[in-house]
């Protein structure tokens, strides 16, 4: 089993940046990739980006390309998601998620954090 706990969502204008973390804890020995998915009021789960076990690799949605960035440290076990040039568009939950594969289908992975709330405001 791994847990997953979001943190740093919030608001902010327009333009402005977020970063919000994903600590794992656990059995994180085993070998993960971690994506980061989103949910919109009255929206389905979006995918947004995810980042290899090593960190070697990244993937992104084409909505946020360009403006945000998957790290993660795996000495802490935890993953980042920073978010610049934010747009009101990216208003919505966003949740971690680990799994075997750096995959863009949510049902690829086994363990989902809580989600955190981030609204951008115009």
């Known amino acids: 089993q791994v847990q997953l706990v979001e943190s740093g969502g919030g608001s902010v204008q327009a333009g402005g940046s977020l970063r919000v973390s994903c600590a794992a804890s656990g059995r994180t020995s085993t070998p993960y990739a971690m994506g980061w998915f989103r949910q919109a009021p009255g929206k389905e789960r979006e995918f947004v980006g995810t980042?290899?076990?090593?960190?070697?690799?990244?993937y992104y949605a084409e909505s946020v390309t360009g403006r945000f960035t998957i790290s993660r440290d795996s000495a802490a076990d935890t993953s980042y998601l920073q978010m610049n040039s934010l747009k009101p568009e990216d208003t919505a939950v966003y949740y971690c998620?680990?799994?075997?594969?750096?995959?863009?289908?949510?049902?690829?992975?086994?363990?989902w954090g809580q989600g955190t709330q981030v609204t951008v405001s115009s």
């Open positions: 998620a680990a799994g075997a594969l750096a995959a863009r289908r949510a049902e690829a992975y086994t363990y």
């Open positions: 980042i290899t076990w090593s960190g070697s690799s990244t």
